[in-house]
């Protein structure tokens, strides 16, 4: 296990580093960031002066240096829109991001997984049949298609929830719809799948034969061997929901991470930009090897650092 994770770690670092570096070089041939923040008409010399201030106009490889030197230093920077620590703007947003995921991961699994059996378990009738049609259509329409229909529906005609802000609990619900839709019809789908598939195993049949309820049959013996490839989903929509999120948060003006890239990518904010999408990156590399864990503690069977059993 430790060799498996100091490898892991090696390779998580390494996938980082290329990543900041793509995007340090990216931003720097996107444009200058002066002719962004600053009003037009601006002279030239005043102009050169803002380049020289924020360090734009020395080398490539010296910024590329001190790009590195603010991630070790803990400050990450400064933003050239806000002109404030970049470590300081994204504290100031990083909770609301947090507890909109946290939210949609608990409404996809908490309703995706149950769903997912009750369509297996109850395949040949309306019930079964009725939660696969939803999933279809929760799984074709786009999370920000979907964030527009709500607002036009439940914030602007029926008045009944507010339309952008994150103050109060209110202020969840559209987002929290609006993102987990895509995500609870794809794990009610592949979780469907997996239970079918452990249905038809000969334990499945021998648990009932001792004399086991059906529930402790459906929950015991076969939501837990179906695990695996639900696992494997909720990993990989993990991964697709940081980055769904911008799009939700920008529609809903939700002040959050995603939000804030947006803006810094507009603004060419180089500082911001590069450290959201670094903080990005270390999540979904963070998650994938969380999930890896999980693997094995679910199924003994997998073993990490060496070959399964």
């Not at 803990?74 to 504290?91: D, N």
């Not at 909109?100 to 378990?121: E, H, K, R």
């Not at 179906?226 to 003006?253: C, H, K, N, R, Y």
């Amino acid at each position: 296990m430790l060799e498996y994770l100091v490898g892991r770690f090696g390779r998580m670092l390494i996938t980082l580093w290329v990543i900041a570096t793509v995007v340090f070089l990216a931003t720097r041939i996107s444009g200058n960031p002066i002719d962004f923040l600053m009003p037009e008409g601006l002279d030239a010399q005043s102009r050169a002066a803002m380049i020289a201030y924020f360090g734009l106009d020395q080398p490539l490889m010296t910024q590329y240096l001190s790009f590195w030197k603010s991630l070790v230093d803990g400050e990450f920077g400064l933003g050239l829109m806000e002109r404030r620590s970049v470590a300081v703007i994204f504290g100031e947003r990083v909770w609301r991001s947090l507890s909109l995921l946290s939210a949609t991961l608990a409404v996809t699994i908490g309703i995706g997984v149950p769903l997912g059996v009750i369509a297996a378990v109850w395949r040949s009738t309306i019930l079964g049949n009725t939660v696969l049609l939803f999933a279809f259509i929760g799984y074709a329409i786009p999370n920000f298609v979907l964030a527009i229909l709500f607002l036009l529906t439940f914030s602007y005609t029926l008045q009944w929830l507010p339309s952008s802000g994150s103050g109060t609990l209110a202020h969840y619900i559209m987002p929290v719809m609006a993102l987990s839709a895509f995500f609870v019809a794809s794990l009610v789908r592949y979780t469907r799948n997996a239970m079918l598939d452990v249905l038809s195993q000969d334990y499945m049949r021998t648990a009932r034969a001792k004399g086991l309820s059906e529930t402790d049959v459906i929950l015991r013996h076969g939501l837990r061997n179906a695990l695996i490839p639900v696992i494997t989903v909720i990993g990989l929509q993990m991964t697709t929901l940081v980055s769904g999120a911008v799009v939700v948060e920008t529609v809903f003006a939700w002040n959050g991470i995603g939000d804030l890239l947006v803006g810094a990518t507009l603004r060419r904010d180089y500082p911001v930009l590069q450290f959201g999408v670094l903080i990005v990156a270390c999540a979904v590399v963070t998650i994938n090897l969380i999930i890896d864990l999980i693997y094995s503690a679910v199924d003994p069977r997998v073993r990490l650092g060496g070959a399964s059993a």
